[in-house]
């Protein structure tokens, strides 16, 4: 693999992200793609129902450039309730593995007071590097 995690030995360890990485090869970029179906349609209102619906986005439109998520190396997540991210971290961490698998890019978590489209509570950018 050509992603290498950078972590400061002295710094306590990152849970469930990394603080940074380095990799060559061609960029793969989604915008920023929220928690509804291939038709633009919500199945659930639900937090952790569209965190997952989101997840798999980002997959399709990765595995559309050629890439997996093994070769993410930077998540951006706008969310619109912090309470609702915090809740239930092992229920979020058990979707993220199942769709992402142990893989923990450098990730950033933002709230936002509201997203573009009002039933959407979670919207990810994703940048991944295939070897070359």
């Known amino acids: ?3 290498t995690i950078l972590h400061p030995p002295a710094w306590k360890p990152a849970k469930g992200y990394a603080n940074g990485a380095t990799a060559r ?3 793969v970029l989604t915008g920023g793609l929220i928690g509804w179906n291939a038709d ?6 639900t937090f952790l129902g569209q965190v ?3 997840l798999r986005n980002v997959v399709a439109v990765l595995a559309e450039g050629g890439a997996g998520p093994e070769h993410l190396v930077r998540l951006t997540w ?8 915090l809740a239930d971290p092992k229920a979020l961490g ?4 199942e769709i992402i698998g142990r893989h923990y890019p450098p990730m ?16 990810i950018e994703a940048t991944a590097i295939v070897p070359d």
Do not use: N
């Not at 633009?40 to 209102?45: G, L, P, S, V």
């Not at 058990?94 to 593995?97: F, G, L």
């Not at 509201?114 to 959407?120: G, H, N, P, Q, V």
């Open 1 to 3: 693999m050509s992603i």
């Open 25 to 27: 090869g061609r960029m």
């Open 40 to 45: 633009c349609q919500f199945e659930t209102d």
């Open 52 to 54: 997952e619906q989101t």
């Open 78 to 85: 706008y969310i619109t309730d912090k309470d609702a991210y």
């Open 94 to 97: 058990r979707i993220y593995r």
């Open 108 to 123: 950033a978590v933002v709230q936002v007071v509201a997203l573009i489209e009002d039933r959407a509570k979670v919207e």
